[in-house]
């Protein structure tokens, strides 16, 4: 699962033996005066990645990482086609088009605010709404432009509607559809084709991760993501890559390694599972990838994997705090606020990293992460363990790129503020680390239940999140954060405090993004609402208050607002662990899908007049090899500024 907690949080606080050398670590000091903050466009602000450890790492794990850049590379466009079967086609022309610019300088400006749009959300949803954008040019004036700038006529005229009609394909995924309607017929995404919920069932999936579904005269076929099959052209140069990191790789990553390259070839779940297993037994590589169909959010069914590559490197300055975490995750487990039986008696195999990120693509960027645990796989976590990673330079960067005038809009006095102002942020990096290290990593399905994500269908990713959150939530409060001297004794009252705060405050600010409608679709927004509108409805924690015509949601409380999540977290963990779907429903329908629209009017008044950004998207680092008698003996690093660069050299678009 991956975790874009402080995608709206950043803005609200901020603001076997090892044989290779441990990579450097991370500079300390940062630049004084180092540009993290780009460009605004629309509610979204763009942001420039460092890897500052990159130049001091070996010779080999740098060749490492260039091959598996590469990788990551080469399966950029597949989550872009999962996310609407149009997606392509229409970057390419507008590619085209903010290349080769010519035409009326008004629209040539709305094309690029739109193209910027379109790479920072991997086609034309907004990646945490789940709803269309569109051009606010005249259409035959892009046109115009389009032909200019050589793009096909036939094409421009068909994708007219998607470019510019807000009501044709309106959501990418649509969990919540209304009364009558078929979640699958009323999502936009390319995972399935003619396909409705009516027609799977007595449907036995075989490749249910990593195929589109389609209907095909009548009977439902499964085109199978491998190297002869569906995305075949993009796995070819990602196994490539993958084949040409493993002569750099330590032992057990080249095991890894070799398990996916099986997996690309067969599609065939064993080999994931094999995959997976070799992943997380691999505890020492100092560098590492995730390059697969991995998380199923865009999927309302919460089924099929969207594609993603991510290549990172072990960041030492920034590990001894998850790591504790990871250490001690037993001693989490055995006080667990659920029932006993859903606790696991012997935790196996969690494996945790503060990172450094060289490159994201696909479902992960450039709206990227800040933590990840892994693998997914419920059996597979329950008997080898997993591993979680709080990507670091993610979150420097969010926090230095982050303005500060968002905590006093929505803060109830200058206490609070305060608070926030000199805690808010560590403690939220520290609850994500919980969040990923003893929260996913926990609990167990009770005997019998199987697969929760199957049994708990649309609603699983939601609850899961959720989950992991309320696990953050709990143990912040608790002492043996100080014991383990991750947290000062003088300052954990008051670090409570402040995350309980900025948690609560989040439920209404993220409504900001919600521009249209009385819905959330995102899974992780869903969470955080459900939680935070449960404390109110169940506990005296949250109060909500007007003063001058403005609403504040305030944390009175954090003695009952930790008792409130340690029952609704028991609630949660007996969901999962049964299989509850019924009562998984209700949690979220209830609580976490429903919005008034004139709060949500309110709040992104409020936020507008301070000219805030809702969202960011990462400009990433780029890597250059320096070639001698066809050897690789360096790689360096460097850093675009220029998200219209980045792109297009991505797509291999000159202008």
Not at 293 to 311: A, N, Q
Request: aromatic share 8%; with cysteine; net charge neutral.
């Amino acid at each position: 699962m991956t975790l874009r907690r402080t995608l709206v949080l950043a803005l609200l606080t901020a603001l076997p033996a090892c044989s290779s050398p441990a990579p450097a670590p991370a500079s300390s000091t940062t630049p004084a005066d180092r540009k993290y903050l780009l460009e605004r466009v629309g509610d979204a602000s763009v942001v420039q990645l460092y890897a500052d450890g990159f130049s001091a790492l070996p010779l080999k794990q740098k060749t490492l990482i260039w091959h598996l850049y590469q990788a990551a590379l080469a399966g950029r466009d597949i989550f872009i086609d999962q996310k609407h079967k149009d997606a392509l086609a229409m970057r390419g022309i507008i590619e085209r088009i903010v290349a080769n610019p010519q035409g009326d300088p008004a629209t040539l400006a709305e094309v690029q605010r739109y193209t910027k749009l379109f790479w920072i959300n991997n086609g034309p949803y907004n990646n945490l709404t789940a709803r269309k954008f569109v051009l606010t040019c005249k259409p035959d004036l892009f046109a115009a432009a389009a032909k200019a700038s050589g793009a096909d006529d036939a094409a421009v005229a068909r994708l007219q509607p998607m470019f510019f009609d807000p009501a044709v394909d309106p959501i990418v995924t649509n969990k919540t559809p209304g009364a009558g309607k078929d979640i699958l017929q009323s999502s936009a995404n390319n995972l399935y084709s003619g396909v409705s919920m009516a027609d799977l069932k007595g449907f036995e999936e075989k490749y249910g991760l990593n195929s589109r579904l389609v209907k095909r005269n009548g009977k439902l076929v499964e085109e199978v993501y491998r190297i002869d099959g569906r995305y075949g052209q993009y796995i070819v140069e990602i196994v490539k890559h993958l084949e040409a990191a493993k002569g750099f790789a330590e032992p057990p990553m080249a095991k890894a390694l070799d398990a996916l390259i099986a997996f690309y070839r067969s599609g065939e779940a064993k080999d994931r599972e094999a995959y997976d297993i070799a992943w997380v037994q691999d505890k020492v590589s100092p560098v590492d990838t995730i390059n697969g169909f991995i998380e199923v959010y865009v999927d309302p069914r919460g089924i099929k994997g969207s594609w993603e590559g991510l290549v990172f490197y072990v960041n030492q300055e920034k590990t001894e705090r998850i790591k504790k975490l990871a250490t001690n995750a037993q001693w989490f487990e055995d006080r667990m606020p659920w029932d006993a039986k859903y606790r696991k008696a012997s935790v196996q195999g969690i494996v945790a990293n503060a990172i450094d990120v060289v490159v994201e693509t696909g479902d992960s960027g450039p709206v990227t992460p800040v933590g990840i645990n892994l693998p997914n796989d419920q059996a597979i976590r329950e008997k080898f363990g997993s591993k979680s990673v709080a990507l670091s330079n993610v979150t420097d960067a969010y926090a230095r790129s982050s303005p500060g005038n968002m905590r006093g809009e929505f803060t109830w006095d200058a206490a609070e503020a305060e608070r926030a102002a000199k805690y808010a942020e560590e403690a939220g990096s520290l609850t994500t680390d919980m969040h990923e290290v003893i929260g996913h990593a926990s609990g167990q399905q009770a005997p019998g239940k199987g697969n929760p994500q199957a049994l708990i269908k649309e609603e699983f990713s939601a609850l899961e999140e959720g989950r992991a959150d309320l696990v953050g939530l709990y143990f912040l409060a608790d002492p043996k954060l100080v014991e383990l001297g991750i947290i000062p004794a003088a300052d954990h009252e008051a670090m409570v405090r402040a995350e309980y705060e900025a948690y609560t405050r989040n439920a209404i600010v993220q409504l900001r993004r919600m521009r249209e409608g009385s819905q959330i679709e995102e899974d992780h927004m869903r969470n955080r609402q459900m939680i935070v509108r449960w404390l109110m409805a169940n506990t005296k924690a949250i109060e909500e208050r007007t003063r001058d015509g403005k609403t504040y949601l305030v944390m009175v409380d954090a003695t009952l607002f930790r008792e409130g999540v340690g029952k609704l977290l028991a609630d949660v963990q007996r969901i999962k662990s049964e299989g509850d779907y019924a009562a998984a429903k209700t949690l979220f329908s209830t609580y976490g899908v429903h919005f008034d629209p004139k709060l949500r009017d309110e709040i992104v008044a409020r936020v507008d007049r301070l000219n805030l950004p809702s969202y960011s998207g990462f400009v990433m680092p780029k890597l250059t090899p320096v070639m001698a008698n066809g050897q690789i003996t360096d790689v360096t690093i460097s850093y675009p500024m220029d998200l219209t660069q980045q792109m297009l050299e991505y797509s291999g678009v000159r202008k």
